[in-house]
């Protein structure tokens, strides 16, 4: 799994749907265990920094 996923999504050094997609050991997705709890919010535009 990456490191510092939300960070690498801002910078664009992976997508959004690369980062979902990464499992832990027992095989549950980012995007399922987001979901779990109710915090798979929507994708919003990107803050300019």
Not at 4 to 15: D, L, W, Y
Not at 30 to 43: F, K, Q, S
């Amino acid at each position: 799994m990456p490191v510092m996923m939300g960070s690498g999504v801002f910078a664009k050094a992976f997508t959004l749907e690369h980062a979902l997609a990464q499992k832990d050991r027992e095989g549950v997705s980012v995007r399922e265990a987001l979901d779990a709890i109710g915090y798979a919010g929507e994708h919003g535009e990107a803050h300019r920094i």
